[in-house]
């Protein structure tokens, strides 16, 4: 990753310069609500407006740092902001075999009803972190039930408009190893209503496939990706085993 030269700016000034002229007065509003999310080879994780400038590179536009350049062999997959199917995407970053996996969980923004102050939500793990769509900290309280956090966010403390945040936690218990050496990862979804679920996991590359169920829809080295469709009450269980390290 490099900072991105003075023609790629000139570029992205250019591009936002005419997105402004033909009036797309809206779409720069929603650039500040809305990301998209470019996944790296190195495992960095990036979320910003994201353009290719015809020249091997994404560029990476964000409010919080800037613009940035990234070469396409370095990037493994693109979730785009805007999708014709909307998808439930959560993803999961395997450290090692013993440590908490990272997980970035998308939950939607409930209505506000009179007088309500907060709302609450119940995730799995440590909560270390949420955002809105654009990148921007959410303040909240947490409170740990067993393995579940309660997590109570204000509705004042969210700017207007936003109806998803991402929350970031640290997992235990979707990791385990069996005598062999082997390490598998899994996790479970039934969805309350019918829709698609995206399921994005993060692995070391290093560490080779011996199996993973159901077919991935996409697979990169250290990256595997989900997305499915799902009825109501549908369970869906990816699942990763990983050969014993050597």
Known sequence: MQSVNPNAKKRRAILLGAAVLLGSLAAAVALAREVDT????????????????GQ???????QHYGEVAVGTPEALYLVPKEESFPFLTESYI?????????????????EREAETLAFNLLVSGAVDGIHDPGGAPVPFQSDPIGSLTKVTIRFDDLRAGIKKISVTTRQKDLLSVDES???????????????????????PCEWKIQAATPAPSHQFEGLIVWETKL???????PTITFHAAK
Not at 38 to 53: A, T
Not at 181 to 201: E, K, N, W
Not at 231 to 237: A, D, E, L, V
């Open 231 to 237: 009825k109501r009450q549908q369970n869906f269980k």
């Open 38 to 53: 470019l996944f790296l080879r190195d495992g960095s994780v990036l979320k910003g407006y994201v353009l290719e400038d």
């Open 181 to 203: 050496g082997a390490t598998t990862f899994r996790i479970a979804y039934t969805l309350d209503q019918d829709g698609g679920i995206r399921v994005i996991v993060k692995h």
């Open 56 to 62: 091997g590179n994404y560029l990476v536009y964000s």
């Open 94 to 110: 395997l450290i090692d075999a013993v440590s908490d996996v990272i997980s970035t969980l998308q939950r939607d923004v409930p």
